[in-house]
């Protein structure tokens, strides 16, 4: 069975930083696309940023670039959303995601993944 766990939402100050973490569990960490979505209140669920098995090609949304950074640590089986200059519309639940089929480069596709963790709450105060 997948799992995912996500850790590392809070409240924060408007110009604050975060990093969210997801350790997925079930299958093999390093094989698999992984994404982050985030889901505002009152709004769809939206992606955010994808990176390849590999840590080394990565997709933003373009409100999030030059400000968030998803990486990976595939020894640890470990994903990371480094969040920086966060502003209030940033608040939302976030969600790391496992893509369904190994292989292939970051996806900004909801029905690319699979796997969904249980959200964790991040509040950027103005």
């Known amino acids: 069975q997948v799992q995912l766990v996500e850790s590392g939402g809070g409240l924060v100050q408007a110009g604050g930083s975060l990093r969210l973490s997801c350790t997925p569990s079930?299958?093999?960490?390093?094989?698999?696309?992984m994404g982050w979505f985030r889901r505002a209140p009152g709004k769809e669920r939206e992606f955010v940023t994808s990176?390849?098995?590999?840590?080394?090609?990565?997709y933003y949304e373009d409100s999030v670039k030059g400000r968030f950074t998803i990486s990976r640590d595939n020894a640890k089986s470990t994903l990371y959303l480094q969040m920086n200059s966060l502003k209030p519309e940033d608040t939302a639940v976030y969600y790391c995601?496992?893509?369904?089929?190994?292989?292939?480069?970051?996806?900004?596709?909801?029905?690319?993944?699979?796997?969904w963790g249980q959200g964790t709450q991040v509040t950027v105060s103005s």
């Open positions: 995601a496992q893509v369904r089929f190994r292989g292939g480069g970051p996806s900004s596709r909801e029905g690319d993944y699979a796997y």
């Open positions: 079930g299958r093999t960490f390093s094989i698999y696309t």
């Open positions: 990176i390849d098995r590999s840590g080394i090609n990565t």
